[in-house]
């Protein structure tokens, strides 16, 4: 007999236990923490004054014991979610209806895969998942909310709100794969040679360059170096009109709490930072997110966000990296084109069926677009293969 499970909201991570967490969240993921959602929170990148209202979902057993969480955000616009929904938006108000607000399962301004449904292996299991999907619809309905979204979902968590009704919009991302390459060079090895001689060409540039690159974890950096690499991201994102969602303070906390979990990649003229990617790491994969520069310096890009990120991963043990989403120029760099989705319920019927119809469109369009961007991958025809999806 399955247990009766009570689902209710709070209004902020940190009041889910730590423990809690830690016993429904996969080990050692960066996002998915007691951490990372509290501490975007508590500095403003996902909090009511930058348009996120953290409403999650907990799922409880009649014994009081927590079964199941569910993060969630009541949103008043699209950005930081990477679900691209802007045109449904603009459909929505076509139609005469009001699409914001809207409410969303992600991590915020993380464009990274995983669960979202935080159950517990075991038979429990699908009854304590099909109560969150209930209560996030539910929910919607009492905000007044047109939809509910679920941005880059695992593949299991996919097909299971895929079963309770939801629509599934498809995109790509491009991540590198170790194929068992050993190091740098071997890795370059599986290239052909005119795509292997350019990469060694621009990594010779920053090597003349005079520039003095370092890898340092979250934990091996001080508080007070943070507005320094904070003002190089904020700055590039301002040069093209975007809205930096970190602050220096949030950077700081959030290194100081995840430690090795965050890889940082810098690079210095004389002593003065000039350029820093911002990475976090599970045990299995790199997760490239942030990238600033202090002007421009030749192939620092490729170098500092790719090219060192692939080198991190072989020298320690990271099958996978993802450098965020976007960028059709990682193709060239081995970064394979996959397929990612996300799954959204549409309270108007109407709406519901006019957006399925243009995502079933959207899904055949994605695969022909992977199927050609695999041709430009810079591998030897005799050599390494992408897995199909």
């Known amino acids: 007999m399955a247990s009766a499970v009570s689902i209710r909201s709070v209004a902020s991570a940190s009041a889910i236990p730590r423990q809690t967490w830690e016993r429904l969240c996969p080990a050692g993921h960066p996002f998915l923490n007691a951490d990372f959602l509290a501490i975007s929170e508590h500095h403003g990148a996902a909090a009511g004054t930058s348009g996120w209202m953290a409403c999650h979902l907990v799922a409880s057993d009649d014994r009081e014991r ?70 996030a619809r539910q929910l919607a309905g009492h905000l007044g909310a047109s939809s509910w979204h679920v941005a880059l979902p695992c593949e299991s968590d996919a097909q299971c709100l895929q079963g309770e009704g939801l629509l599934l919009s498809h995109d790509v991302q491009f991540h590198w794969v170790d194929a068992g390459c050993g190091d740098f060079d071997g890795y370059l090895a599986s290239f052909s040679a005119a795509k292997r001689r350019k990469v060694k060409a621009e990594r010779r540039r920053v090597a003349a360059s005079g520039l003095c690159l370092e890898t340092r974890h979250g934990d091996e950096i001080d508080a007070a170096e943070w507005p320094l690499l904070h003002a190089l991201y904020a700055a590039t994102f301002e040069k093209f009109g975007n809205h930096a969602a970190f602050g220096a303070a949030c950077f700081a906390d959030l290194a100081a709490a995840l430690g090795d979990r965050m890889v940082v990649f810098i690079a210095r003229d004389a002593r003065r930072p000039v350029a820093v990617a911002l990475c976090f790491r599970s045990d299995e994969a790199l997760y ?44 060239a760099r081995g970064f394979v084109p996959t397929v990612v989705q996300s799954a959204h319920w549409l309270g108007d019927a109407r709406m519901h069926a006019l957006i399925g119809r243009h995502l079933q469109l959207q899904r055949e369009a994605v695969a022909d677009y992977r199927a050609g961007a695999i041709d430009q991958l810079p591998f030897r025809r005799d050599g390494w293969l992408p897995p199909s999806d």
């Open 66 to 135: 927590v079964v199941g969480l569910l993060p969630l955000y009541v949103k008043s616009h699209s950005h930081g979610d990477f679900i691209y929904d802007w045109s449904w938006a603009a459909a929505y108000r076509q139609c005469g209806l009001r699409y914001y607000p809207k409410l969303m399962s992600c991590l915020p301004h993380t464009p990274v895969v995983g669960p979202r449904l935080l159950v517990a292996d075991g038979p429990e299991a699908a009854g304590v998942r099909s109560a969150l999907v209930n209560g």
């Open 288 to 331: 490239g997110r942030y990238w600033g520069a202090l002007g421009h310096y030749h192939s620092l890009h490729f170098e500092l966000c790719f090219y060192q990120g692939i080198a991190y991963c072989l020298r320690h043990g990271l099958r996978r990296f993802e450098p965020g989403a976007g960028g059709e120029h990682k193709l």
